[in-house]
């Protein structure tokens, strides 16, 4: 390779790292938080969402963060913690969201509860009226639901959610932090945010000299009947 070449080539490579690296604005993509922040699980990275059931900009980002973090590799996962910045009045909304964090039953409670409250006008934060209305789920598993939201270990995730609200000073939702370090801004919206989540992630990723791993195997379609017979008949 000539001299010139080299020069040309490596330019170019450096282009690329500038444009990489110029992708995300600080002040307008993200903000960094006064202090790093400490994991729930310290070899990852974790995308956290402080979010409150009364909020309406929650209930429009819900969808769409629930759909996207399906696509995190296996280095990053999730989380969400409801906001209590008055006990009285949202620690029965943190109890209602610890139990759906401990069913896994976000993609299917999630717009439940979202609907109950904006179209039903229900009170989440009053324990008896959430119990009756878990009672009477059909969209899903409402006892299931209801047992967690009765167990030991609800009340006490409930308040490790009021705890953190108050350590990170989280004072408007939906608010999102990537490695307990970046808070994404949604200037765009919520659909171009989650590539600032991307970015933040490899941006984290790199800082602590993470390999990205492997893109996470994807479930083979399964076969339809009709398939299989023309399969045959063609053998």
Known sequence: MTLFKKVLVSAVIGLGLAGNAAALTEGTDYEVLPKAMPQTQKDKIEVLEFFGYFCIHCKNLDP???????????????QTDHVVWDESGHF???????????????????????????????????????????????????????????????????KQMMVRTAEYGINSTPTVIVGGKYRVLFPKGFVEGMKTVDELVQKVRDERGMKKPAPKPQAAAPKSKGMGIAGSVNR
């Open 64 to 78: 769409v963060i629930r759909k996207h973090v399906k696509t995190f590799a296996s280095d990053t996962y999730f």
């Open 92 to 158: 029965g909304f943190a109890r209602l969201a610890a139990a759906v964090n401990q069913t896994n039953l976000k993609d299917k409670a999630n717009p439940e509860i979202y609907k109950a409250i904006f179209e039903e006008k229900r009170d989440f934060n009053d324990p008896g009226k959430t119990i009756e209305w878990m009672k009477s789920q059909k969209a899903f598993d409402g006892k299931k639901l209801l047992t967690a939201y009765n167990s030991f270990s609800n009340q006490a995730q409930a």
